[in-house]
Nanobody
Framework: QVQLVESGGGLVPVGDSLRLSCLASGRISEHALGWWRQAPGKEREFVAVIAWNAGWIKYSDAVKGRFTISRDNARRMVFLRMDSLKPEDTAVYYC?????????????????????WGQGTQVTVSS
C-alpha cells in the first residue's frame, strides 16, 4: 500500500518560485505519480503527472511552461517545481498515485483513477 506525504508549501509573492515534495512509501515504481490542487470553493484540479520511469509527463494547460514535475524513485520522491507563480495558483496541492505505471493514453485528469492521496500542502501566492 502506497502512502504519500507532501511538503514544501508556503506563502510567496507573485512571480516567485516554490518546490513541492512528496515522499512515498510502498511500491511506487508501479505507479505514475501526479499533482493536483484545490482552491477554496473550487473543484479539485489536475496539475501534472509523471510515469513511473519519467518517460511520459503531462501538464494541465494552466501550468504548462511554468511548472515542472520530476521524480526520484531511489529516494521515493516526486517533486513539483513551480515558477512564475500567480495568485490563481493559490490552492492546497495534493500528491496522488495513479492506478497504472504510466498513464499515457488514459484520462489522467480523472481523479477517480488516483489512489491513495496525500494530506495536501498549502500554497499561497500573494499579489
Amino acid at each position: 500500500q502506497v502512502q504519500l506525504v507532501e511538503s514544501g508549501g508556503g506563502l510567496v509573492p507573485v512571480g516567485d518560485s516554490l518546490r513541492l515534495s512528496c515522499l512515498a512509501s510502498g511500491r511506487i515504481s508501479e505507479h505514475a505519480l501526479g499533482w493536483w490542487r484545490q482552491a477554496p470553493g473550487k473543484e479539485r484540479e489536475f496539475v501534472a503527472v509523471i510515469a513511473w520511469n519519467a518517460g511520459w509527463i503531462k501538464y494541465s494547460d494552466a501550468v504548462k511552461g511554468r511548472f515542472t514535475i520530476s521524480r526520484d524513485n531511489a529516494r521515493r520522491m516526486v517533486f513539483l517545481r513551480m515558477d512564475s507563480l500567480k495568485p490563481e495558483d493559490t490552492a492546497v496541492y495534493y500528491c496522488a498515485a495513479h492506478q497504472t505505471p504510466c498513464g499515457e493514453g488514459l484520462n489522467v485528469a480523472d481523479g477517480q483513477s488516483y489512489e491513495p492521496w496525500g494530506q495536501g500542502t498549502q500554497v499561497t501566492v500573494s499579489s
